[in-house]
T-cell receptor, first 111, second 116 residues
Framework: DSGVTQTPKHLITATGQRVTLRCSPRSGDLSVYWYQQSLDQGLQFLIQYYNGEERAKGNILERFSAQQFPDLHSELNLSSLELGDSALYFC??????????FGPGTRLTVL | GNSVTQMEGPVTLSEEAFLTINCTYTATGYPSLFWYVQYPGEGLQLLLKATKADDKGSNKGFEATYRKETTSFHLEKGSVQVSDSAVYFCALSPLSGGTSYGKLTFGQGTILTVHP
């Protein structure tokens, strides 16, 4: 158990819908990262937050957004969902820029 | 930009065989290097890491040495077990600076299957 929690574990929704994925980092970790794992793209970095502020951005679509709250948990919002958004979404946390510890992931299926 | 290349898989071995999974990287400066493992139906677990040239990371019988001259971080284990069956990912993280600061860049993953 890495200490990073993600909810929900599975999510099934329809095209065009909007979903919110939640992540709670390890106690004391200020950085939260979001990654997408798909069969065709592999593991791709989406976005990083540090103590509530956006720190780095990767291949994140404009339909996707994220935020980190004062209690340091983070949410990833995915809107206007398409079939190609079906993937595993991982959250990771770290102390500063050190080793990242991953949550169990949320499997999103868009039908 | 930064990139990581892993050997093509899948890799199938018999129990107690020697394992090598090759990983090479392209990055500016001196990134930190990692191996993560993903067991079926689970998230990514940190297996080992190295933060500077010639460092050797080790854990659970797995080892990898940070080779700056060959830009490599090959994963090895002397005697694999059935329980080692998983997907292994090599990754790098830049030390500092720029918009890639903090993010992990992963290789494509190598599926390892160990038979009894």
């Amino acid at each position: 158990d890495s200490g990073v929690t993600q909810t929900p574990k599975h999510l099934i929704t329809a095209t065009g819908q909007r979903v919110t994925l939640r992540c709670s980092p390890r106690s004391g970790d200020l950085s939260v990262y979001w990654y997408q794992q798909s069969l065709d793209q592999g593991l791709q970095f989406l976005i990083q937050y540090y103590n509530g502020e956006e720190r780095a951005k990767g291949n994140i679509l404009e339909r996707f957004s994220a935020q980190q709250f004062p209690d340091l948990h983070s949410e990833l919002n995915l809107s206007s969902l398409e079939l190609g958004d079906s993937a595993l979404y991982f959250c990771a946390s770290s102390v500063g820029q050190n080793t990242q510890y991953f949550g169990p992931g949320t499997r999103l299926t868009v039908l | 930009g930064n990139s990581v290349t892993q050997m093509e898989g899948p890799v199938t071995l018999s129990e107690e065989a020697f394992l090598t999974i090759n990983c090479t990287y392209t990055a500016t400066g001196y990134p930190s290097l990692f191996w993560y493992v993903q067991y079926p139906g689970e998230g990514l677990q940190l297996l080992l890491k190295a933060t500077k040239a010639d460092d050797k990371g080790s854990n659970k019988g797995f080892e990898a040495t940070y080779r700056k001259e060959t830009t490599s971080f090959h994963l090895e284990k002397g005697s694999v077990q059935v329980s080692d069956s998983a997907v292994y990912f090599c990754a790098l993280s830049p030390l500092s600076g720029g918009t890639s600061y903090g993010k992990l860049t992963f290789g494509q993953g190598t599926i390892l299957t160990v038979h009894p």
